[in-house]
Nanobody, 121 residues
């Protein structure tokens, strides 16, 4: 079993910054792609940013130039640096990892429990 635990959410004023972190633990052989998603009230869960094991990144147009995703493969951690935050960034942010478990032949998608980010004055 693998667990993803997010941290770093909170309340921030428009224009401010937050850094989200996600730590994976459990019977991990390897983590392939990782990503951040967000879900605002009454809306679907949307992709924010993804990063491959090799470090290739992709961002939603709405966050390009403001958010930076990074990972540490040695520690099985994922981060999201969020700058110039806007009220429309308010959402629950979820970490996702494509995990190859010890003893398994194919990877599985694992989600964290989510962390609230609120951007408001």
């Amino acid at each position: 079993q693998v667990q993803l635990v997010e941290s770093g959410g909170g309340l921030v004023q428009p224009g401010g910054s937050l850094r989200l972190s996600c730590a994976a633990s459990g019977s991990i052989f390897r983590i392939n792609a990782m990503g951040w998603y967000r879900q605002a009230p009454g809306k679907q869960r949307d992709l924010v940013a993804t990063i491959s094991r090799g470090g290739s990144t992709d961002y939603a147009d709405s966050v390009k130039g403001r958010f930076t995703i990074s990972r540490d493969n040695t520690k099985n951690t994922l981060s999201l640096q969020m700058n110039s935050l806007k009220p429309e960034d308010t959402a629950v942010y979820y970490c996702k990892a494509d995990v190859l478990f010890v003893g398994r032949l194919s990877e599985s998608a694992v989600w964290g429990q989510g962390t609230q980010v609120t951007v408001s004055s």
